[in-house]
Each structure stands twice: as C-alpha cells, then as structure tokens.
C-alpha cells in the first residue's frame, strides 16, 4: 500500500494512516496527552454529484460539513487536519445534537451514543498544498500524508473523512 508513495515512512505514521479506530484516542496514546478539537467550519451544506455518489445519497441531499484541527490541550500546533462530510439523513437526533454543538471528536460521540460501525481506509496519498503548509506552520515544499477513509454503519456511509498531517510529523515517536 505504502509501495507508491516514494517516501520512507515511519512506523508511526503508517500506523495513524492505517488504524480503522478513533484517530482521537490514537493521538492520545501517542502523545501521552488530551487531544482536542478546534473547529475551523462547520456548516449544512447541499450534496454535488461527486460528493453524493461518494456518500451514496442524492444530489443535493443535506450533509454536514466540517474541518476541525486536532491538538494537544497544552499546544497550539495541530496534529491533524480533518475534514469530514455526513448526510443529515442518517444521523440520529442525539448523534446530530453532538455533532453541530461541534467540538466533540466523532469517534467520542460514536462511542458516547454506542453507534456501532466500523472503518473502510480508501485512499492514502501524499498531497502538495501550500494551505496545509500554513495551517501546520512547514515549509511550502514539505509534503502532507492524507488518508480518506468512510465510518460505515448499517451498511450506509455515516461519514467520509479526510485527514491529513505533514510528512515530518511523527517520526520523533518512531519504535
């Protein structure tokens, strides 16, 4: 899987690229520390072609869309950029309810509300853009590692997501 990607990738990264479990928790574990989440938008948006064939739901359907950094509680640099897309349609009221109050990490409310799923990793890619750059405060030319990935549950895509972190990112943690 990693074969194309022409980097050299620690065992870390491949690990945060591979896990079918909470991202959230994941970084918890690696750090050592709280993480939290900071969302950067959120809003209820009409499904594009593209998107609804990637959700499998109409166009022009309600989905929730939302970019959220996660970070340490003690630390202003993000460890994770994430977007992820959600069709209102399938959410449960009190899963809507904790998802738009926003900074919750969606694994925590999946488990909170005992929504069992579970994760199908689609895609990993390395990515050039000069806004991820700013976000996590690198250099213009560092590469970015993203990952997408779909939450099914009952058979459905509850929610696609995107995650993406630079390539010099957890490699300090390297076994």
């Known amino acids: 899987m990693f074969s194309d990607l022409q980097y050299e990738l620690s065992k870390l990264q491949k690990l945060i690229l591979l896990t079918d ?3 959230t928790t994941l970084l918890e574990v690696i750090t050592a520390k709280p993480v939290t989440v900071s969302t950067l938008v959120q ?17 022009g359907d ?17 460890l994770i950029y994430a977007e992820s897309y959600t069709p209102i349609s399938r959410l449960l009221k009190e899963f809507k309810y904790d998802l738009m109050k926003a900074d919750i990490p969606i694994g925590k409310i999946m488990q909170e509300r005992k929504i ?14 000069d806004e991820y750059s700013e976000i996590f405060d690198v250099s213009y030319h560092v590469p970015m590692l993203s990952r997408t990935y779909n939450i ?9 997501i995107i995650e993406t972190f630079p ?3 957890f490699l300090r943690f390297n076994a």
């Open 116 to 129: 069992e799923s579970r994760r199908e990793i689609e895609k990993i890619e390395i990515i050039f853009n």
């Open 21 to 23: 479990g909470s991202i």
């Open 62 to 78: 309600s989905i929730n869309y939302r970019v959220v950094t996660l970070r340490n509680v003690d630390c202003a640099k993000p």
């Open 152 to 160: 099914i549950s009952n058979n459905m895509v509850l929610i696609r």
């Open 43 to 59: 809003k209820i948006v009409k499904a594009d072609n593209e998107i609804a064939e990637l959700l499998e739901i109409e166009e």
């Open 167 to 169: 390539l010099t990112s």
